[in-house]
């Protein structure tokens, strides 16, 4: 009987993840966000995001991440590191 030595376990935790950096930005003209996405191969995706909505920099931030999230789901990612200054 051979021993298993948990590489399931190693393989998980050396996977690199997808990164997720959010930044707001709201005025008296609304609200928006810079979204970017990088990829375990280090490649980004950037995006801009105008909300239809008034809402406080720390709102504007929570929607950027909400959807940010959403974004990395949908591209496939399964390891996701999130970084926002709120």
Do not use: C
């Amino acid at each position: 009987m051979s021993e298993m030595t948990g590489t399931i376990q190693e393989e998980v935790s050396e996977a690199k993840p997808w990164l997720l950096h959010v930044d707001d930005s709201s005025t008296t003209q609304g609200s928006g966000a810079g979204i970017v996405l990088t990829t375990p191969q280090g490649d980004d995706m950037e995006f801009a995001v105008k909300f239809e909505l008034k809402a406080s920099n720390n709102e504007a931030e929570y929607e950027a991440l909400v959807l940010g999230m959403r974004m990395a789901q949908d591209v496939g990612a399964s390891h996701l590191l999130a970084y926002s200054d709120s």
